[in-house]
Nanobody
Framework: VQLQASGGGLVQAGESLRLSCSAS????????VAWFRQAPGKEREFVAA????????VYADSVKGRFSISVDNGKSTVNLQMNSLKPEDAAVYYC????????????????????WGQGTLVTVSS
């Protein structure tokens, strides 16, 4: 499984971006996919996830109501629509995937995902 993240860029606070994570080697519908982010000097943190077969979705409290994760099976892609961006959303965003679900209680855990993309940088100016 190979993951490719794209869509990062520089935006002003309040604007939107859409990140995409494309999977090769396996159909995206067979993967649980998550987005994590890591700001300079901080630990990698969970952002959003969707269970395989476009199942349950989970969001970090900090992005709930602003970010939306969705699956495009036709393009084997998982998208993260980010609206009303804030300066604190600035980070390198990574997509990650698991072939085994994960179970809902484990969706937020870095260790639940065996496959990782290379990261895409999101910069938000105030």
């Amino acid at each position: 499984v190979q993951l490719q993240a794209s869509g990062g860029g520089l935006v002003q606070a309040g604007e939107s971006l859409r990140l995409s994570c494309s999977a090769s080697g396996v159909s995206i519908s067979r993967l649980g996919v998550a987005w994590f982010r890591q700001a300079p000097g901080k630990e990698r943190e969970f952002v959003a996830a969707v269970r395989r077969s476009a199942g349950s979705t989970v969001y970090a409290d900090s992005v709930k109501g602003r970010f939306s994760i969705s699956v495009d099976n036709g393009k084997s892609t998982v998208n993260l629509q980010m609206n009303s961006l804030k300066p604190e959303d600035a980070a390198v965003y990574y997509c990650a995937a698991s072939a085994s679900g994960p179970i809902v209680s484990a969706l937020r855990n870095v260790g639940s995902y065996a496959y990782w993309g290379q990261g895409t940088l999101v910069t938000v100016s105030s």
